[in-house]
Nanobody
């Protein structure tokens, strides 16, 4: 069982930046495909960004060029740097982990989720 703990959410004005972090309780973090998902009120949870064990990345079209996902295997942490934030980015953001990318290669999220962190973009 992998525990994921997110941090870094908050309130920011449109055009601002936030950085999210997610730390995993596992000795083999490097094998996991890590992802950030988000869920806005009344909407389905959606994939925002993903990074594989080989550092390949994948982004939702609407965040390309604004968000950057990265990982630090030495510290079991994945990051999401969010720039030029828009009100439509407002959501609860969830960290997700998938060992060996078994499920994510089938366009499914991994089995492990963090508790979520609220990101609100508003003036």
């Amino acid at each position: 069982q992998v525990q994921l703990v997110e941090s870094g959410g908050g309130l920011v004005q449109p055009g601002g930046s936030l950085s999210l972090s997610c730390t995993a309780s596992t000795r083999i973090f490097s094998i996991y495909t890590m992802g950030w998902y988000r869920q806005a009120p009344g909407k389905q949870r959606e994939l925002v960004a993903q990074i594989t064990s080989g550092d390949n990345t994948n982004y939702k079209n609407s965040v390309k060029g604004r968000f950057t996902i990265s990982r630090d295997n030495a510290n079991n942490t994945v990051y999401l740097q969010m720039n030029t934030l828009k009100p439509e980015d407002t959501a609860v953001y969830y960290c997700n982990a998938d060992p060996w990318g078994i499920r994510t290669t089938k366009n499914q999220p991994g089995d492990y989720w963090g508790q979520g962190t609220q990101v609100t973009v508003s003036s």
